[in-house]
Structure formats: C-alpha cells, structure tokens
C-alpha cells in the first residue's frame, strides 16, 4: 500500500492521489546528464589465475578492446547509444556514456600471453594465468 506524502513540486493538491502523484513527479524530474562510466569490477584469485569480471550490459566482445601493459590490464569499450528518434527524454536512467576506459594495476605476476576473456550475458570476464614462481637452481660449478 503507497503512502501519501505531499510533493513539494505539485503541493497538497495531488496528496491524496499517490499514483497521480507518482506520475506527474516522474515527469517534473530533470532528465539527467550523461556521466562519464566506470564499469564496476569484481577481482578474485585462486590457485592458478586471477579473475575479473565486470558487467557491460549492452557492449559486445567486437567493441571492446582488452589489453595489458607490464602489470596494468585495460579494458576499454564503446556502443552505440539508443536515442528514440524525434523524441525528447523526459526521464533518463539508463544509458550514459557510451565510451569507458578502466586501467587496473594487477600486483600479481601474470602470463599476458595467455589471457583469455569472454563475454556472457553482458558480464565481461577476463582470466589473467598467473606465471609460475621462480624457483631457486642450483647451478654445477665447472673446473676451468
């Protein structure tokens, strides 16, 4: 059950309507401006690689360009943005920047020959195998 509470934009008037309310501050709300878009990441580890995911709804593996740099791995992306032809936003949520670039310093030695990422369901995934430990040699000593 919905609660009145008076709008300040409309007054009392609509108080004891909620759904007229409800309708007419969805239309009184500004549009909002583009922002500028920073995919969030999830980053976890386990015995043989590290692991991030980040969600990209509505970007495609052919738009998106994965590289990595020394212990920096990158992930930039560009879409097309859906805009209603002849049509002005009353109200806009979805969308935004339609161009990202994220950098994110991996402080875990990696084989950058062998990433791997893939797309599923507008969830990037990108699995860094991690290089094998150096390990101690003993080294034979030769008589000159």
Known sequence: MMTCRPNASFGATFATFPEVERLMGAFAAPARQPQEFHP???VWEDAAALHIESEL???TLANLDITTLGDELTIAGSREEATPGHSAYLRRERGGAAQF???LRIG???D???VSASLKNGVLTVTLPKVEPVKARKIEVRPA
């Open 40 to 42: 969030p990441v999830n």
């Open 57 to 59: 709804p509505g970007y």
């Open 101 to 103: 670039k994220r950098t």
């Open 108 to 110: 875990i030695p990696f």
């Open 112 to 114: 950058a020959e062998k």
